[in-house]
């Protein structure tokens, strides 16, 4: 079976898709207005960004200083073992715990990256230790704080049309 061809947008659909990542909160009428498309014609576009997978989801970002949570960390992570069971225990367990926001597995030297959001410092620090410390299978990791966000979000560079 042929790999479907990879979505390839024009002008109007590079417009809508940086509007929607910026806040797709927006009305199908404020969206339209900004394109110069009717609200059906762009309901029809997102409809299609849905169906061929440009859009995965949408979700509503929250301000984690708003909630309390005032602490950002990386988590660098080496297994000790390099099996896929292994890899896929761990996966699962950061899976499951909400103050993981991130986990990325990496090339080179360390196995994983992992960004945990907690209300403090040491909340982070027992989360860390309680995650990575007491886990057999994690034979070496690093929590670096984040002393200030400098650029955060989840945009992806469209290509031109």
């Known amino acids: 079976m042929p790999k479907p061809s990879p979505f390839v947008p024009d002008s109007l659909d590079h417009q809508l898709l940086r509007l929607l990542q910026e806040d797709a909160g927006r009305t199908l009428r404020e969206l339209g207005d900004h394109v110069g498309l009717s609200p059906s014609a762009v309901q029809r576009r997102i409809r299609g960004y849905r169906a061929a997978g440009v859009i995965a989801r949408e979700v509503a970002v929250l301000d984690p200083t708003a909630l309390g949570a005032a602490t950002l960390a990386v988590v660098l992570v080496t297994l000790e073992r390099e099996s896929s069971e292994h890899h896929a225990a761990f996966r699962t367990r950061m899976l499951a715990e909400p103050h993981v926001q991130q986990c990325y597995d990496l090339a080179g030297p360390w196995d994983y990256v992992v960004v945990l959001v907690t209300e403090s410092l040491a909340a982070c620090r027992a989360l860390s230790d309680g995650l990575f ?29």
Not at 147 to 161: A, R, S
């Open 133 to 161: 410390m007491n886990d057999e299978n994690v034979r070496r990791y690093e929590t670096l704080p984040v002393l200030e966000p400098v650029k955060t979000g989840l945009t992806v560079p469209l290509p031109e049309p």
